[in-house]
């Protein structure tokens, strides 16, 4: 369509405003998605004569709200998709929050410049109660892409401009986050510009998807473990928005629980309820049946542990050296170990099942009851163990993580078989990871720990990854310097 098309299709739209807010309804109505707008609009009582947007937030603010916005990841995608194409048309790209706040806006230096005498600008709210029909406020209140031209927004200072908007959804709740929108003048803009403003839209929920997947993925290898750790128990793996990553059985939940405003308690109908047990990132959610005593939560912290200590449901436990091997090895195994099997773990070979036997009679009387089951012998508790925790971060890929809670080695003075395998194979796995990622902030929380004070290969390396005025260079540079021979 050329530009004098352009203009004529607006001096049409005009004629068509006029009619319509003055009650005649001889000529040809509005497009009906632009009546409806138009309706909400009047309701509202915006005055289609006169209007500006409000200012809610100041340039200051809108950075904040910037960097914590989801939006934020994908705002290159749509850079890449949409700016250069709307430079070259003489428009400008705008992303708004799900209020209909403009958070972002870029383009052609002249259409910007334009547009802020209209309000066109960060910090404004541009919902249809605020300014009336546009293309962005009509996209969030129909959640649909939308195209207005000229005179079809309402108020009559943007009869000049036409402005093409898609929402933009969360994919792991289905709701609105927000739209990107290209504006321009009248004059300049196509006819497929919606098309590619929904192509646009598109394309962020997929990125947003891909990161959400790799979140899920994460979430499960470091969780999973408390999953299993139920056994024959009903639960399941929530994501922090409610969505069901993973259960136990299978298809025993819907697809989303919806979580309490308050409390831990989630209503399931003739099921019973579930209760939720707040993970660092979801939730693991049991099924409590009436009458069915809750499962005790036991925290093992044992990594740099000379004296070790367990927490049972908030109270403290001290236990032996031999006590937190067991518990240790039986947190390595969730599906349980025989005597015969731990006997061997925790003494080799000359290892005694009887021995065993003794000494879970004496671990059950300092735990109480309900928290060992025997044949074969497994924990009934929600265990929380660091060392585990830190597995579970390296099978999800979350180096990071697993160096900022690898706090030392394993039961450091037990000389069981299978706590020192562990110990080692955990040390040798966290070590390896951290100097493949050469992430400067993993490999600092290594070089804290008794392994990494002694590490020549890590101070080198985080050497030479550090600033040159790093204030941490001089630490590293005296331990090579003492370690030097």
Same mark, same amino acid.
């Given at each position: 369509?050329?530009?004098?098309?352009?203009?004529?299709?607006?001096?049409?739209?005009?004629?068509?405003?006029?009619?319509?807010?003055?009650?005649?309804?001889?000529?040809?109505?509005?497009?009906?998605?632009?009546?409806?707008?138009?309706?909400?609009?009047?309701?509202?009582?915006?005055?289609?004569?006169?209007?500006?947007?409000?200012?809610?937030?100041?340039?200051?603010?809108?950075?904040?709200?910037?960097?914590?916005?989801?939006?934020?990841?994908?705002?290159?995608?749509?850079?890449?998709?949409?700016?250069?194409?709307?430079?070259?048309?003489?428009?400008?790209?705008?992303?708004?929050?799900?209020?209909?706040?403009?958070?972002?806006?870029?383009?052609?230096?002249?259409?910007?410049?334009?547009?802020?005498?209209?309000?066109?600008?960060?910090?404004?709210?541009?919902?249809?109660?605020?300014?009336?029909?546009?293309?962005?406020?009509?996209?969030?209140?129909?959640?649909?892409?939308?195209?207005?031209?000229?005179?079809?927004?309402?108020?009559?200072?943007?009869?000049?401009?036409?402005?093409?908007?898609?929402?933009?959804?969360?994919?792991?709740?289905?709701?609105?986050?927000?739209?990107?929108?290209?504006?321009?003048?009248?004059?300049?803009?196509?006819?497929?510009?919606?098309?590619?403003?929904?192509?646009?839209?598109?394309?962020?929920?997929?990125?947003?998807?891909?990161?959400?997947?790799?979140?899920?993925?994460?979430?499960?290898?470091?969780?999973?473990?408390?999953?299993?750790?139920?056994?024959?128990?009903?639960?399941?793996?929530?994501?922090?928005?409610?969505?069901?990553?993973?259960?136990?059985? =299978?298809?025993? &939940?819907? !697809? #989303? $629980? +919806?979580?309490?405003? @308050?409390?831990? %308690?989630? *209503? /399931?109908?003739?099921?019973?309820?579930?209760?939720?047990?707040?993970?660092?990132?979801?939730?693991?959610?049991?099924?409590?049946?009436?009458?069915?005593?809750?499962?005790?939560?036991?925290?093992?912290?044992?990594?740099?542990?000379?004296?070790?200590?367990?927490?049972?449901?908030?109270?403290?436990?001290?236990?032996?050296?031999?006590?937190?091997?067991?518990?240790?090895?039986?947190?390595?195994?969730?599906?349980?170990?025989?005597?015969?099997?731990?006997?061997?773990?925790?003494?080799?070979?000359?290892?005694?099942?009887?021995?065993?036997?003794?000494?879970?009679?004496?671990?059950?009387?300092?735990?109480?009851?309900?928290?060992?089951?025997?044949? =074969?012998?497994? &924990?009934? !508790? #929600? $265990? +929380?163990?660091?060392? @585990?925790?830190? %597995?579970? *971060? /390296?099978?999800?890929?979350?180096?990071?993580?697993?160096?900022?809670?690898?706090?030392?080695?394993?039961?450091?003075?037990?000389?069981?078989?299978?706590?020192?395998?562990?110990?080692?194979?955990?040390?040798?796995?966290?070590?390896?990871?951290?100097?493949?990622?050469?992430?400067?902030?993993?490999?600092?929380?290594?070089?804290?720990?008794?392994?990494?004070?002694?590490?020549?290969?890590?101070?080198?390396?985080?050497?030479?990854?550090?600033?040159?005025?790093?204030?941490?260079?001089?630490?590293?540079?005296?331990?090579?310097?003492?370690?030097?021979?």
């Amino acid at each position: 369509m050329s530009a004098d098309d352009q203009v004529q299709r607006a001096r049409v739209l005009a004629r068509v405003r006029e009619a319509t807010l003055a009650g005649d309804r001889s000529g040809p109505p509005p497009r009906e998605v632009v009546s409806e707008s138009w309706r909400r609009s009047l309701d509202a009582r915006v005055d289609p004569e006169h209007g500006d947007p409000p200012h809610v937030y100041s340039p200051a603010e809108v950075g904040g709200i910037r960097g914590a916005h989801p939006l934020a990841a994908v705002i290159p995608v749509l850079r890449d998709t949409l700016v250069s194409i709307a430079d070259e048309a003489m428009h400008m790209m705008i992303v708004t929050d799900a209020q209909g706040h403009i958070l972002w806006r870029e383009g052609q230096r002249d259409v910007l410049r334009r547009a802020e005498g209209v309000g066109l600008v960060e910090g404004t709210r541009w919902t249809e109660d605020s300014i009336g029909t546009n293309a962005m406020g009509t996209a969030l209140a129909a959640d649909r892409a939308v195209q207005i031209h000229s005179a079809e927004h309402l108020v009559r200072t943007y009869h000049s401009w036409t402005c093409a908007a898609c929402p933009i959804h969360d994919p792991d709740s289905g709701e609105v986050i927000g739209a990107v929108d290209v504006t321009g003048p009248v004059r300049t803009f196509h006819p497929t510009t919606l098309a590619l403003v929904v192509a646009a839209a598109r394309l962020a929920e997929g990125h947003l998807g891909a990161r959400l997947a790799m979140r899920d993925e994460r979430l499960l290898a470091r969780n999973l473990t408390h999953l299993i750790g139920l056994r024959d128990e009903p639960g399941a793996l929530l994501t922090p928005g409610g969505r069901v990553l993973a259960a136990n059985p =299978p298809n025993w &939940l819907p !697809a #989303r $629980v +919806d979580l309490p405003a @308050v409390g831990d %308690r989630v *209503a /399931l109908g003739e099921t019973g309820e579930g209760v939720l047990e707040r993970l660092a990132e979801g939730w693991l959610m049991r099924l409590h049946r009436t009458g069915s005593p809750p499962r005790p939560v036991l925290s093992l912290p044992f990594l740099g542990a000379v004296r070790p200590l367990a927490c049972l449901d908030g109270g403290h436990v001290r236990l032996t050296l031999r006590h937190a091997e067991v518990l240790t090895l039986l947190a390595l195994h969730p599906d349980g170990l025989t005597a015969d099997e731990l006997a061997t773990a925790l003494h080799g070979d000359a290892g005694k099942a009887v021995t065993v036997r003794a000494e879970m009679h004496r671990l059950r009387a300092a735990l109480g009851a309900g928290v060992l089951r025997t044949q =074969p012998y497994r &924990l009934r !508790a #929600r $265990v +929380d163990a660091d060392f @585990v925790a830190v %597995r579970s *971060a /390296l099978a999800g890929g979350d180096v990071r993580g697993a160096a900022r809670a690898h706090r030392g080695p394993l039961l450091p003075r037990s000389e069981a078989p299978g706590v020192r395998e562990e110990r080692e194979l955990l040390a040798a796995a966290l070590r390896r990871a951290v100097l493949d990622s050469r992430d400067v902030d993993a490999m600092w929380a290594m070089a804290g720990t008794v392994d990494g004070v002694d590490d020549p290969e890590l101070s080198r390396r985080l050497l030479r990854a550090l600033p040159a005025r790093d204030p941490r260079r001089p630490v590293l540079t005296a331990r090579l310097t003492i370690a030097a021979p």
